[in-house]
C-alpha cells in the first residue's frame, strides 16, 4: 500500500461562479477526502474562476474549467489557451477524476450543460484513470445525446453516487450498472459552524447588530427572473403563478411585512449568489426598498453584503428561529443545523431532498407560491416544530454518515490501486 506518496485527485466542479453553494461543495468535499486519507493527498480543482474559487478555498490547486469557452478569461494573448494542456496535463497524472457535486446533470435549460461535464470524463477514461460522479442530482436528462453520453460514459464509471431518491429514479433509465449507482447526500450536508469569534468579526464588519430580545429569520430570495424571459416564461407555461418580477418581489416584501409587525422579528436577507445575471442581493435590495415605500420599520432588517464563508452563513442560519429560501443549499445549511426551513421551489431538486427526509410538506411549488400560502406554510412549521426536529433528529446523522461515503469510496480505489 502506497502510504507516502501522495494521491492525485482531480475535482471537476461548479466552483467559480460566486454561488455559496458550491464553494461549500468544494469546501466539503475536500474536508471529507482528508477525513479518509489525511494529509495524503492532493487536490486540483476545476474552477469557473480560479482568484474567486482560491479566496473560497485556499488549500487547493486550480484550473479554468472552460466554463466561458477556450479562451481563459482571466490571461491574454496565446496565454488564453494554456489551460487547455493544463487539463489535459492534470487529467494524464491524476490518481482519480471526481465530478461533483450539485445538480450537474440536467439538460432543460442548455444542451451543452452535460457535454461540459462529460468532456472531461472521457478524456479521463481516455488515460485509463478511474472516474466517478460524487453526490450529485441528476434530471431531468432527457436530451438523445445527454443519453448517449451517459449510456456510453456514465456506465465505464467506477460508481455514481446521487444525493437523492428522485434522481436515483432519473438513473433507472440509463444503461449503468446497477451496482455502480449508489444513494448517498449532497456533499455540503456536513458543513459546520464558525468560530464564535470570526462570526462576531463578521457581525461588526457587516454592521450587523440584531436585537436579542427578538428572535431571527433567515430569508433567501434567489435573483429568479435574472434572464431575458427567465421566470416569466414560466408564468406562462403555468410553473409559476407569479407573473412578474415585481409580484416576486411583492411577495416576499409582504411576507417580510408579516415577519416585523405580527411577530416582532428580526430578519437577516442572505444572499447565496451574486454573480450576474443572478445576483441574489438585487431582488433583496429591493424587497428592502419595497418595505421602505411602505413606510415600515426596516431597524431590525438586516441584508449581508455579498456571500461569506460557508461556515458564517451556517452559522447566521443556526441562531435563526426558521430558514425561508429559495436557494436549495439554504435548506442544507439549516437542516444541518436542526433549524426549520421551508423551500420555496423552481426545479425539482428540493423535492428531491425532503422528499428523502419525509418533509416534502415544507416545499411551496412556485406555481403555488405567494404571501398567503408562505406565511401558513411558516405557521405550520413552526406549529409543527417539534415533529419536525424529531425527523431531522432521525435522519441527518443518516445524510451524515451518507456524504462521507462519497469520500470512502474514493479513498477505497485509491487503496486498491496500490496494492
Keep these: 500500500m502506497r502510504n507516502s506518496k501522495t494521491y492525485n485527485i482531480l475535482l471537476s466542479c461548479y466552483s467559480g461562479e460566486k454561488d455559496s453553494g458550491d464553494e461549500t461543495m468544494l469546501f466539503c468535499i475536500r474536508e471529507q477526502l482528508e477525513k479518509e486519507l489525511g494529509k495524503n493527498f492532493k487536490l486540483v480543482a476545476?474552477?469557473?474562476?480560479?482568484?474567486?474559487?482560491?479566496?473560497?478555498?485556499?488549500?487547493?490547486?486550480?484550473v479554468y474549467?472552460?466554463?466561458?469557452?477556450?479562451?481563459?478569461?482571466?490571461?491574454?494573448?496565446i496565454k488564453k489557451y494554456r489551460w487547455i494542456f493544463k487539463m489535459i496535463q492534470e487529467l494524464r497524472k491524476c490518481d482519480i477524476l471526481i465530478t461533483g457535486g450539485g445538480t450537474i446533470l440536467?439538460?432543460?435549460?442548455?444542451?451543452?450543460?452535460?457535454?461540459?461535464?462529460?468532456?472531461?470524463?472521457?478524456?479521463?477514461?481516455?488515460?485509463?484513470?478511474?472516474?466517478?460522479?460524487?453526490?450529485?442530482?441528476?434530471?431531468?436528462?432527457?436530451?438523445?445525446?445527454?443519453?448517449?453520453?451517459?449510456?456510453?460514459?456514465?456506465?465505464?464509471?467506477?460508481?455514481?453516487?446521487?444525493?437523492?431518491?428522485e434522481s436515483l429514479k432519473c438513473m433507472e433509465k440509463f444503461k449503468v450498472p446497477k451496482h455502480k449507482v449508489l444513494l448517498t447526500a449532497d456533499p455540503a450536508v456536513t458543513i459546520y459552524c464558525a468560530e464564535e469569534k470570526m462570526l462576531s468579526d463578521y457581525y461588526a464588519k457587516e454592521n450587523i447588530h440584531l436585537n436579542k430580545l427578538n428572535e431571527t429569520v433567515v430569508i433567501v430570495?434567489?435573483?429568479?427572473?435574472?434572464?431575458?424571459?427567465?421566470?416569466?416564461?414560466?408564468?406562462?407555461?403555468?410553473?409559476?403563478?407569479?407573473?412578474?418580477?415585481?409580484?416576486?418581489?411583492?411577495?416576499?416584501?409582504?411576507f417580510a411585512r408579516y415577519l416585523i409587525e405580527t411577530e416582532n422579528d428580526n430578519i437577516v436577507f442572505m444572499p447565496m449568489g451574486s454573480m450576474p445575471p443572478c445576483d441574489d442581493r438585487i431582488v433583496m435590495k429591493d424587497v428592502v426598498d419595497y418595505l421602505h415605500n411602505k413606510s415600515i420599520d426596516t431597524s431590525n432588517v438586516f441584508l449581508m453584503s455579498d456571500i461569506a464563508d460557508p461556515r458564517i452563513m451556517t452559522s447566521i442560519m443556526a441562531e435563526a428561529k426558521a430558514v425561508i429560501t429559495t436557494r436549495f443549499h439554504g435548506l442544507v445549511y439549516a437542516t444541518s443545523q436542526n433549524i426549520p426551513a421551508i423551500a420555496?421551489?423552481?426545479?425539482?431538486?428540493?423535492?428531491?431532498?425532503?422528499?428523502?427526509?419525509g418533509l416534502s410538506e415544507y416545499v411551496?411549488?412556485?406555481?403555488?407560491?405567494?404571501?398567503?400560502?408562505?406565511?401558513?406554510?411558516?405557521?405550520?412549521?413552526?406549529?409543527?416544530?417539534?415533529?419536525?426536529?424529531?425527523?431531522?433528529?432521525?435522519?441527518?446523522?443518516?445524510?451524515?454518515?451518507?456524504?462521507?461515503?462519497?469520500?470512502?469510496?474514493?479513498?477505497?480505489?485509491?487503496?486498491?490501486?496500490?496494492?
Design 46 to 62: 476545476f474552477s469557473n474562476n480560479p482568484d474567486f474559487s482560491k479566496e473560497f478555498v485556499s488549500d487547493v490547486e486550480y
Design 65 to 77: 474549467s472552460g466554463r466561458y469557452g477556450l479562451k481563459d478569461p482571466s490571461e491574454k494573448g
Design 106 to 165: 440536467y439538460d432543460e435549460s442548455n444542451r451543452f450543460f452535460v457535454p461540459f461535464w462529460f468532456i472531461k470524463i472521457f478524456i479521463a477514461q481516455l488515460f485509463r484513470k478511474p472516474t466517478a460522479f460524487y453526490g450529485i442530482g441528476v434530471g431531468p436528462l432527457d436530451r438523445k445525446f445527454s443519453a448517449f453520453l451517459m449510456n456510453t460514459l456514465g456506465k465505464r464509471m467506477n460508481f455514481i453516487s446521487l444525493r437523492g431518491v
Design 221 to 254: 430570495i434567489r435573483e429568479w427572473f435574472e434572464r431575458p424571459n427567465r421566470g416569466l416564461e414560466d408564468a406562462q407555461n403555468g410553473i409559476s403563478i407569479v407573473k412578474s418580477y415585481e409580484d416576486y418581489v411583492k411577495q416576499f416584501a409582504e
Design 344 to 357: 420555496v421551489a423552481y426545479t425539482t431538486k428540493y423535492y428531491d431532498y425532503y422528499n428523502y427526509l
Design 364 to 419: 411551496i411549488s412556485m406555481n403555488e407560491f405567494s404571501t398567503d400560502v408562505l406565511i401558513k406554510k411558516y405557521k405550520q412549521i413552526l406549529e409543527k416544530k417539534d415533529d419536525y426536529l424529531k425527523v431531522l433528529e432521525r435522519e441527518m446523522p443518516h445524510q451524515f454518515e451518507m456524504a462521507q461515503k462519497n469520500a470512502k469510496l474514493v479513498a477505497d480505489i485509491l487503496r486498491r490501486k496500490d496494492k
